[in-house]
């Protein structure tokens, strides 16, 4: 059973930052499409930032410029560069992998939805205080 474990979350005034991990297989980070999900109470889980192994990139529009996500193979890592936080960017991050992720119609347009991804997390907690 392949896990996805996330650290790094915490409590930070707006304006800091922080970095997420996500420690999975060493298949998984090199071969499979990586993503970060959020969820503030009472809404649904959304995407903010996804990683193909082919190394290209999409994020939420509310994070373009903030946030990045990148891998460490070597580490078996996937990371979540966060600075600039807002108060509107807490809540639970989760981690995400699949073997194919958004068809290329949804990443055309810019859509990654939960029911892309097959992985998941248990997710860090991230609080921003205003």
């Known amino acids: 059973q392949v896990q996805l474990v996330e650290s790094g979350g915490g409590s930070v005034q707006a304006g800091g930052s922080l970095r997420l991990s996500c420690v999975t297989s060493?298949?998984?980070?090199?071969?499979?499409?990586m993503a970060w999900f959020r969820q503030a109470p009472g809404k649904g889980r959304e995407g903010v930032a996804t990683l193909t192994n082919g190394g290209s990139t999409l994020y939420d529009d509310s994070v373009k410029g903030r946030f990045t996500i990148s891998r460490d193979t070597a580490k078996n890592t996937v990371y979540l560069q966060m600075n600039a936080l807002k108060p509107e960017d807490t809540g639970m991050y989760y981690c995400?992998?699949?073997?194919?992720?958004?068809?290329?119609?949804?990443?055309?347009?810019?859509?990654?939805?939960?029911?892309?991804?097959?992985?998941w997390g248990q997710g860090t907690q991230v609080t921003v205080s205003s």
């Open positions: 995400a992998a699949d073997s194919e992720g958004p068809h290329p119609g949804s990443w055309a347009l810019g859509l990654v939805e939960e029911k892309d991804f097959k992985y």
């Open positions: 060493a298949y998984f980070v090199e071969n499979y499409v």
